[in-house]
């Protein structure tokens, strides 16, 4: 087993720096990633472009996380009560950590004290200060407080929920087994709740209701509604104004507790739980994740039985935060933790995000609704009228619902000119032009179509099911954009072969089977985690899904994403706690496991092949199977790590709490495993096997051990994989426990290996770098080639790095060296400079062109005076950056990547000279 490292208590930065600038996660489009060499070709699937899976090039895509200025957690010795730790205790070691920070000279503030889910306090203060604050004998670590993005769920088209609850068997846990969720407690940390609706039990009218009702007993406003953390927006407001009324003023919050618990126009999970809303989020905009700490406590200091975290940080995969942190003590603590896994599918592999990557919580993925309701224009097929639904590309005008229009088409389905790649010659002039899915991206499609002459624009799938596409870029789409399934799309193409073929749009919509119902949604995050723990835990209904929403905006909204499969899970667990109010919080999750049921793999649902233990977990919930279970398995997940010699031994215990011994046939079956390229990864068939016994049996009320050995392919494919053992009985449901591993030495992935980064790079024109605010300026630039870059240090004009991750990091160092003559790594400048802290734990990039900017101001430590800074002189320098793999040993050189930049000039204008503020310019 590799030991986890803990943050390196001295590091103080908190941004993507180098001594004091923050940096930005960009996206550079147009640039080529390489593509790992596929070791295994007969064992090779495809890759996810070649199954259509697209990754646009256009939007930002961000990279890691976004610090809080001069914000930061300090973990301190000890426990947290919810962990066994005493107030007093806690109280003593805050107290003593602030004498003894005093005592350093640290000018530090402390905001916040925590001490229920963690031990530890926030403080405000500069880097400098805070390395000086890290020094005291209490700290164990060091972390920066993080901004985290409002959740933003894909807009879907309407089902009714009773669908969305029937995949998961909650209809039957409500209808034949009487389960509600009556005295069950559930915690919705999100947007708020609007407690007025009547579904949660209100008047009806806005602002009609008083705060707290019988339905939504609980709850705080942690921020106030002008609340956003984000600081690249224009919206900006970071101080907190919280009160005691949890309404809802943006929505997701309302819709994730609809999910859990709505009991009126349409019925939730568990429509008669105990509500309690803990808004952590202004009317937009984004939190912070010491604010989230905040709720947490809060939420468990109100004896809820279970917390819901519809919130995630894409490509986040480290659980050493301290909110994950504080989810796993909530969970020893007593109360159940669920999260969503990310809506970060289409960019690939280990895009899981915390808090759901948490080592005790129920990282949820998400599955697509059975059935969709949109909006439908008509066709005329052998004299009959026939309703082809379509979803609609956005930003672009909506198409109309009434006229009609005549259909045009560019080539046979297939065929590089259906997809419109590239400008074509024909005139589309008035027409509307039908386009294939696949090749480039839906925003480039539509730009094509126009400057064609096109009057609008319909995308027909490549694969089964329908895409909600996104046509940010410039220029903008301005024409109509519509999307449809793959064989609407062969129907008019073979309609207008056969002759000039006219549509008409019309205001009907048609409800109809989603051909994607059942299967992993795709925008649903790729595990493992960084450490190669199994993530996701279980999947549940996210894809298109109808719930409550705010009274003033409709009352009723369709959103999808993992956000919405995080709620089924947890009202799920209210109906399991419930039945079995003596189940302990950490034997929730193996029995929803031991329960669920795998999905096909959804890129070839035909293929033969489950979908990635990795993306799905053990599979869809099914939660009346889990409530009648009278046997279980332990552990209820199995993650194997990298490969050993002679395969992986595992134990594992099923015990019968029923009245009769059970005989169980035990099986296997393996999943598709993924590895290369993680922007664009490729697939294999199951690359493990499985040895042991044939059968158990369990005797009742006892139980019975079960010893295999995982093999996996024993050709370090350098891939994850996974699959499911399984326990298969007459008249018993099939028990099954997920498992998954890394099929090769973990510390061979590389972690720098990309076409164009790193590089030096010049960005200018900031005073601060947040986001992607450079980006969207035009402010960055590459040097030419053979170009040494000079910087001036002033308006942010300074040396800067563009990294891109390739798979995650467990640390990241960043030293600064005189350059020679001839532009080469000399001398350092004076001891090793390290970057911050915030580099111990990376995740990779968030795209193929996806990079971090890391900014060095041009100082260095100082061992004397009051800022420990100094500038040093102008002159020729280059930066070296070593990054160590994940579970790597820093002192094992096969297990670190070093890059060396080319050198570039600081050259100060009226500085004074060569060594300001430096001393006789020596280094």
């Known amino acids: 087993m590799q030991h986890r490292p803990h943050p390196w208590r001295e590091h103080s930065g908190a941004r993507r720096l180098l001594a004091g600038l923050g940096g930005a996660a960009l996206l550079a489009a147009g640039l080529t990633p390489a593509v790992a060499a596929d070791p295994t070709e007969e064992r090779t699937l495809g890759t996810a472009s070649e199954h259509g899976v697209e990754h646009p090039v256009t939007a930002e895509t961000p990279e890691g996380v976004t610090a809080v200025p001069n914000s930061w957690f300090v973990q301190l010795q000890g426990q947290p009560t919810a962990a066994g730790g005493t107030v007093s205790q806690v109280r003593a070691t805050q107290r003593a950590f602030e004498r003894e920070a005093r005592s ?22 500069s880097e400098a200060q805070v390395r000086k604050a890290a020094g005291a004998s209490q700290v164990e670590a060091v972390f920066p407080v993080t901004v985290v993005e409002a959740p933003e769920p894909l807009e879907g088209e309407r089902p009714d929920l009773t669908f969305a609850t029937a995949m998961t068997g909650a209809d039957i846990a409500q209808s034949e087994l009487g389960l509600t969720g009556e005295g069950v407690k559930v915690a919705v940390m999100d947007t708020g709740v609007d407690y007025d609706h009547p579904d949660f039990g209100g008047n009806g009218s806005p602002d009609s209701t008083e705060f707290p009702t019988e339905r939504v007993a609980y709850g705080y406003d942690f921020v106030g509604d002008d609340y956003n953390a984000d600081a690249s927006s224009d919206s900006y407001q970071p101080e907190p104004n919280p009160d005691g009324d949890p309404d809802d003023c943006q929505g997701h919050g309302t819709h994730v507790a609809g999910i859990v618990g709505a009991n009126g126009e349409l019925t939730g999970v568990a429509p008669e739980v105990t509500l309690g809303a803990y808004r952590v989020f202004g009317c937009d905009g984004s939190t912070t994740s010491d604010i989230m700490l905040q709720a947490m406590e809060r939420a468990y200091q109100d004896g809820m039985d279970v917390l819901n975290m519809s919130i995630g940080s894409a490509f986040a995969t480290w659980p050493q935060y301290p909110t994950a942190v504080g989810s796993d003590n909530l969970v020893d603590a007593g109360m159940v933790v669920v999260a969503s896994i990310g809506n970060s599918g289409a960019a690939g592999t280990w895009s899981a995000g915390a808090p759901g990557v948490g080592e005790k919580v129920i990282g949820v993925a998400s599955f697509d609704n059975t059935h ?13 009228e026939v309703a082809v639904p379509y979803v609609v590309g956005s930003p672009a005008p909506e198409p109309p619902t009434s006229g009609t229009a005549t259909l045009s088409r560019l080539g046979d389905p297939g065929s590089t ?42 995308l027909y799938n490549n694969a089964p099911g329908i895409v909600n596409p996104s046509l940010t870029g410039e ?12 064989e609407d799309g062969q129907l008019l193409d073979d309609l207008v072969t056969s002759g ?82 003596d189940t302990a919080p950490e034997d929730v999750r193996p029995i929803l496991q031991n329960s669920a049921d795998p999905a096909p793999w959804s890129l070839a649902p035909s293929a033969g092949f489950p979908e990635p233990v990795h993306r799905q977990g053990a599979g869809m919930l099914d939660i009346d199977d889990a409530v009648l279970a009278t046997t279980s398995v332990s552990p209820g997940k199995l993650s194997l790590g990298e490969s050993v010699e002679g395969g992986h031994e595992v134990t594992l215990t099923l015990r019968n709490d029923g009245d009769s011994d059970v005989t169980y046939a035990v099986g296997e079956q393996g999943g598709v495993a993924t590895g290369g390229n993680p922007n664009d990864p490729t697939f294999y068939g199951p690359l493990a096997t499985v040895d042991g016994p044939e059968s158990v049996t369990v005797p009742a009320g006892g139980s019975a051990d079960v010893t295999l050995t995982i093999h996996d392919s024993g050709e370090d494919v350098l891939a994850q994989y996974g699959g499911w053992i399984s326990f298969t009985a007459e008249d018993a449901p099939q028990l099954r426990v997920p498992y998954a591993g890394f099929d090769g030495d973990y510390q061979d992935v590389s972690l720098l290996d990309h076409a164009v980064f790193p590089t030096m790079a010049t960005l200018t024109g900031c005073d601060r770098f947040i986001g992607v605010d450079c980006v969207k300026d035009g402010s960055w630039s590459l040097p030419e080639e053979g170009e040494t870059p000079t910087y001036s240090m002033e308006d942010g004009d300074v040396p800067t790095a563009l990294v891109h991750l390739v798979h995650p990091a467990q640390r990241a160092t960043f030293r600064v060296y005189h350059a020679t003559e001839d532009g080469t790594k000399g001398r350092p400048v004076h001891k090793v400079f390290s970057v911050a802290m915030a580099e111990q734990f990376l995740g990779r990039s968030g795209g193929p062109n996806a990079f971090t900017a890391w900014a060095w101001d041009g100082t260095r430590s100082h061992n004397h005076g009051n800022d420990k800074r100094k500038q040093v002189p102008d002159g020729d320098y280059v930066l070296e950056l070593t990054v160590v793999n994940a579970l790597g040993d820093a002192g094992n050189p096969e297990h670190v990547e070093t890059w060396t930049s080319s050198s570039f000039t600081i050259d100060r204008p009226d500085d004074g000279g060569p060594g300001k503020g430096y001393g006789k310019g020596k280094g």
């Open 475 to 486: 220029p903008p789409v301005e024409i109509p954009y519509a999307s449809i399934f793959a």
């Open 372 to 384: 969709f309701e949109a909006n439908a224009f008509t066709v005329t097929v052998d004299g009959e």
């Open 104 to 125: 350093l000279g640290a000018e530090v503030a402390v905001a916040e004290r925590f001490g229920t889910a963690w031990q530890g306090v926030t403080v405000r203060g």
């Open 500 to 581: 000039e073929t006219e549509i008409t749009w019309t205001d009907q919509t048609v409800v109809a089977p989603s051909p994607t119902g059942g299967l992993i949604s795709s925008f649903s995050s790729y595990g493992m985690t960084a450490e190669l723990d199994l993530k996701p835990d279980i999947g549940a209904p996210g894809g298109n899904i109808n719930a409550p929403y705010p009274l003033e905006q409709g009352g009723y909204a369709v959103l999808s994403g993992t956000s919405m499969a995080a709620p089924h899970t947890a009202g799920a667990v209210a109906l399991l706690l419930e039945e079995r109010p």
């Open 417 to 458: 000119a259906a997809q419109l790649c590239s400008p074509t010659e024909q005139d589309l002039s008035g027409t509307v032009v039908l386009v294939e899915r696949g090749g480039c991206t839906f925003h480039l499609k539509g730009v094509h179509a126009q400057q064609a002459g096109a009057a609008g624009v319909i």
